[in-house]
């Protein structure tokens, strides 16, 4: 049996936009961050669930994240004990990867230890287990209203939509005897489900478990289900209860060998039947709350095994027979963890508007004198009780704070006693500083997030401090890079340090500053037939031409000059000699062109020239030898694209960005898809019945 995984380079071929889940114990910040976080592209936002004491002893260190509830969201769980399910799920268009095992979200549970994983990989164009899918279903049903704050819920409940969404019970295998149970304990304890499961009786049970229960009954109740137990032990680091385990019968011990003494945090029981075996294994210890009780949370994988449990032991190490004497424990034991309540609870904290709004479990209406600490810091935040939430205003002084995550707690009177909360997160779905809140209102992934802020700042008198804003945002092309994640954060480190300029500006200025050095970039890709950014060319080529016609149509560009120099950027494009087209196309860039669109995007801008040509000639504003000349460079254009690449113009995407488009220029509204392929069609046809474009023709 070899069934090592590497986890962090297996989850490098995860789809990038994946929906993410991911429960734990233990949560390490900077590892997840470094190692993990960068792995998937940055509107997924993924939703860690962690253990409440856990969150609350470390979560000041979490408020040095720029990335913790803004890119990524924490809720902390609480229970009778402590919440320890490891569960890594992610969900795309094609895929179901589901992750349980042992391991916690820190460096030692997915690099330096040895743990145990079960791996679901699961194809929903084949056949495939409904009744697994079922089961994890069951299990973030029951998680949900353990999740108090709002936006954190809303993210599991679309994560439970997204799985829902891949189920179509035509494609699953019926499962008449299932071999594999995805088990947790939210309804019933953990053992009392497996001893169900499992046919005839137990006649021995293999543990592999870090931590132990000392409590004696433990043991002799697994003891009245099964004939002996037989436990493997890594020296000095087990808690193993010698003197308890030394007064019962039935039971051996063993030393458990790894390779290069890799701690042994896997957590396993091997059931040896009169019919079967069966392997269970996750995140439960060998513990009473954990197996016997519900006051943990656990979750683990029940499965049938062929396999005799020495050829499991193969990937874990080598078992040698031990007195219990022998055994060094260590003084450790999880579940004994003091977890004294002090504090009552905040359950949601939102930062919204220059506004930190509070949701507690308290009766607010019984407290007053409430005072906010934000990283331990008292503030003096003015604040008012409404509609069951504390709302502090935050004075402009202290925006600035709010870049990265904080932590935030309170201390009240109630009956003329002082009481002090626990911590929270505060969520903060901002993307820029708060000095520029108007660049935090749109979607980073809408194709016009650029010509929205546009539009935004057009009703500002002075746009003196948003301008160096926009250049950084323009020139970081950050609507197109794949490392798009990094880019965001070079520019929202750079932004820090944007002095207010003295100088008055208008939004013209801006817009035209931006036209020109796009222009650069593309001439300079052309003059370097540069292919390496290729991507990115293309993207500029479209936003270039796309503020030149907002710019037009919005009177931000010189009379009559906007379609001219769309016209001229699209011989650079398309049709000089050296044009950029032909540069991809030399250097097998077709599949680049393609997935970019450029056929579309060039036939709606082709589109939006002739129209408003066509109204300009019919006011008499230009003559027909200059609609000639744009009709010339158009033809030529899509001429040329169509033959190199064999595009063909689906209405449906047609009709698509039509949309994008008249959502910056609302005068196309007019226009339908259907004239536009009629329109381009009638040119392209008129070429066609000539030999050649020839001067005697225009």
């Known amino acids: ?98 992750i349980i095992g042992s391991n916690n979200l820190t460096f030692g549970g997915y690099v330096k230890n040895l743990e145990i994983l079960f791996n679901l990989k699961l194809n929903i164009e084949n056949k495939v287990p409904y009744k697994l899918i079922s089961d994890i279903e069951d299990f973030l049903k029951k998680l949900t209203p353990l999740i108090k704050s709002q936006p954190h819920q809303e993210k599991l409940k679309k994560i439970l939509s997204s799985l829902r969404s891949k189920i179509d019970s035509k494609k699953f295998s019926e499962e008449k005897n299932r071999e594999s149970w995805i088990i947790h304990n939210l309804d019933r304890p953990i053992y009392s489900q497996i001893l169900q499961k499992i046919s005839g009786n137990v006649k021995e049970i293999y543990v592999i ?104 032991l193969e990937d874990i190490g080598k078992k040698s027979h031990i007195n219990l004497q022998e055994i060094k424990s260590a003084s450790k034991d999880q579940d004994k963890k003091d977890k004294t309540e002090k504090k009552f609870r905040l359950i949601e904290v939102k930062y919204e508007d220059e506004k ?9 209406n019984q407290i007053n004198n409430i005072k906010i600490f934000i990283n331990e810091e008292l503030k003096e935040y003015p604040y008012e009780i409404k509609d069951k939430k504390i709302i502090f205003k935050i004075p402009s002084e202290d925006q600035q704070e709010f870049k990265s995550s904080a932590a935030v707690n309170i201390q009240v009177k109630v009956n003329g006693k002082k009481d002090v909360s626990d911590y929270r997160l505060i969520h903060n779905r901002k993307l820029f500083p708060a000095n520029f809140d108007e660049l935090n209102q749109f979607d980073i992934e809408d194709d016009n997030y650029l010509f ?21 945002l323009s020139g970081k092309s950050v609507f197109s890079r794949e490392d798009k994640e990094k880019s965001i954060l070079e520019l929202k480190n750079k932004i820090k340090s944007i002095e207010p300029s003295e100088k008055d500006i208008d939004l013209k200025q801006v817009i035209q500053k931006i036209i020109k050095k796009k ?3 593309i001439e300079r890709a052309i003059d370097h037939e540069s292919v390496k950014k290729d991507f990115e060319v293309i993207n500029t080529f479209v936003l270039l031409n796309k503020l030149i016609l907002y710019s037009s149509f919005n009177d931000y560009y010189p009379t009559g000059e906007g379609l001219g120099e769309i016209r001229i950027n699209i011989e650079k494009f398309f049709n000089q000699d050296d044009n950029y087209l032909d540069i991809l196309l030399n250097n097998n860039r077709k599949r680049i062109i393609e997935e970019s669109d450029l056929g579309f995007h060039l036939a709606i801008i082709s589109f939006i020239i002739h129209w408003k040509q066509n109204k300009k000639l019919k006011k008499g504003k230009i003559t027909k030898n200059v609609k000639k000349v744009f009709d010339k460079s158009i033809i030529k254009s899509l001429k040329h694209i169509r033959n190199k ?54």
């Open 519 to 521: 222009q650069k970039n």
């Open 645 to 698: 690449t064999k595009i063909e113009y689906d209405l449906d995407k047609v009709e698509d960005y039509l949309q994008e488009y008249q959502e910056i220029l609302p005068a196309l509204e007019e226009v339908d898809a259907l004239q536009i392929k009629k329109d381009l069609s009638s040119l392209l046809e008129e070429y066609e019945r000539r030999d050649a474009l020839d001067d005697s023709y225009y």
């Open 356 to 364: 930190i709004i509070l949701k507690t479990e308290k009766d607010i």
């Open 452 to 472: 929205n802020i546009l539009k935004k700042l057009s009703k500002k008198k002075n746009l003196a401090n948003f301008k160096p804003v926009l250049e950084e």
């Open 209 to 312: 478990s870090p931590f132990y229960s000392d409590c004696k009954n433990f043991y002799q109740e697994v003891l009245d289900d099964c004939e002996k137990i037989n436990f493997l032990v890594q020296q000095e680091n087990t808690n193993l209860p010698k003197n308890i385990l030394k007064d019962i019968t039935h039971v051996n011990f063993y030393e458990l060998r790894t390779e290069q003494d890799r701690f042994v945090h896997a957590k396993l029981v091997y059931f040896v039947t009169e019919d079967e075996n069966y392997l269970f294994g996750g995140s439960a210890n060998f513990t009473k709350p954990a197996l016997l009780k519900q006051e943990n949370i656990e979750l683990g994988v029940l499965t049938k095994i062929d396999m005799s449990f020495n050829e499991v």
């Open 1 to 98: 049996m070899k069934n090592k995984i590497d986890l962090i380079e297996y989850i490098k071929s995860f789809k990038r936009d994946s929906d993410i889940l991911i429960t734990t114990y233990a949560y390490n910040q900077k590892f997840f961050e470094n190692h993990l976080f960068s792995r998937f592209e940055d509107n997924t936002f993924p939703l860690i669930l962690v253990d409440y004491h856990e969150y609350q002893e470390n979560v000041l260190d979490y408020g040095e994240s720029k990335l913790i509830e803004s890119k990524y969201f924490i809720e902390p769980i609480k229970c009778a004990k402590i919440f320890h399910p490891k569960l890594l799920l992610t969900i795309d268009e094609e895929n179901i990867n589901c």
